[in-house]
């Protein structure tokens, strides 16, 4: 989305959430049958997953690693790695189904 103005950003966001938000409210309700609380934000999620852990006090934080190969994640870096060192909570990272 290089070069698209702040308010068309903004507007495919809140797109984005109304079509996710309860997908992700009723997966969350199987996973926790206790008062789940659903946030979604925006922007970089090795900077804002450890933030947003603190800000809610949570106990846990569950990422999947994506798809890269062994040395995609030595080059490239990794959400994974970043939280894994940057959050306060446990941190549950959980490989795509067949990798590794």
């Given at each position: 989305m290089h070069g698209a103005s702040e308010e068309l950003l903004a507007q495919l966001r809140e797109a984005s959430i109304e079509q996710v938000r309860g997908d992700i409210e009723n997966v969350a309700?199987?996973?926790t049958p206790a008062a789940a609380r659903v946030v979604i934000e925006f922007g970089r999620p090795q900077t804002r997953l450890p933030?947003?852990?603190?800000?809610?006090?949570?106990?846990?934080?569950?990422?999947?690693?994506?798809?890269?190969?062994?040395?995609?994640?030595?080059?490239?870096?990794?959400?994974?790695?970043?939280?894994?060192?940057?959050?306060?909570?446990?941190?549950?990272?959980?490989?795509?189904?067949?990798?590794?």
């Open positions: 309700s199987e996973l933030e947003l852990s603190r800000h809610h006090a949570a106990d846990l934080v569950a990422l999947g690693t994506g798809g890269r190969s062994s040395l995609g994640y030595a080059l490239l870096g990794s959400v994974a790695q970043h939280v894994l060192r940057d959050a306060a909570p446990d941190v549950l990272v959980v490989p795509v189904a067949g990798e590794g």
